[in-house]
């Protein structure tokens, strides 16, 4: 693993052992340890596509900031901060990104759009996804501890294209769901519809 940059261009407010610190309280070493490989593989993918490093490191760190949050923290969030109240029927899977982006906000005062808008979509993806939010999505996905059936191919795809990636783990994410009897995140659905189905697909690269 690379040193860590320190943070130049003022994007949060604070040092990069300042934010690694914050992230760490809220997280167990594990699951903070994932973090600082997500923020390692963002920064390379970043690199290898034309994207500001220091902002895909600042994102892969800040991912699972709310992983590990109650469910009663995240229903009162989409009660009180005006998101889609369908929301509170589904879990954490969904809830870390797309209601966690509120915590970062509200806790660390970081108010970049750019971040917080991969975080949301780190778990669900959408039909159009900026190149920091497809690189972000990717690098939780094949950061190097994981180990699944497939990682390798994602791993593959991912170096060749990131929307071939995108497309990989959204199709991964769908049979998932499906074969565990879940229920699918709207979002999802038209993540892969637009993704994969070639339904309206919008993909920037």
């Known amino acids: 693993m ?9 994007l949060v407010p604070y040092t990069h052992a300042e934010l690694m610190a914050k992230v ?10 994932h973090c600082l490989r997500v923020e390692q593989t963002s920064r390379d993918l970043a690199v290898a596509n034309g994207v500001d490093p220091e902002l895909a490191a600042i994102t892969g760190l800040l991912h699972d900031y709310a992983k590990q949050r109650d469910d009663a923290t995240f229903i ?22 797309v209601v966690g982006a509120e915590l970062i906000k509200d806790e660390l005062h970081i108010y ?16 159009y ?8 999505f990717m690098a939780d996905f094949i950061e190097p501890n994981r180990d699944f059936p497939g990682v390798d191919e994602a791993r593959k795809l ?12 959204i199709q991964h994410t769908l049979a998932y769901l499906v074969e565990k009897g879940q229920a699918v995140y709207p979002q999802t659905l038209a993540t892969y519809n637009a ?4 339904v309206g697909a919008v993909t920037p690269n």
Do not use: C, F
């Open 195 to 198: 993704w994969v189905g070639g």
């Open 2 to 10: 690379s040193q860590p940059i320190e943070y130049q261009e003022n």
């Open 129 to 136: 996804m900026p190149k920091l939010a497809q690189i972000v």
């Open 24 to 33: 760490a309280a809220q997280l167990t070493d594990s699951r903070y340890q």
């Open 158 to 169: 991912t170096k060749q294209s990131l929307a071939a990636g995108v497309r990989y783990q």
């Open 76 to 97: 009162k969030i989409i009660q009180t901060h005006g998101l889609d109240p369908e929301l509170v029927h589904y879990g954490n899977g969904v809830w870390h990104g």
């Open 112 to 127: 970049n759009e750019d971040i917080l808008n991969a975080v949301r979509l780190h778990t669900v993806g959408a039909p």
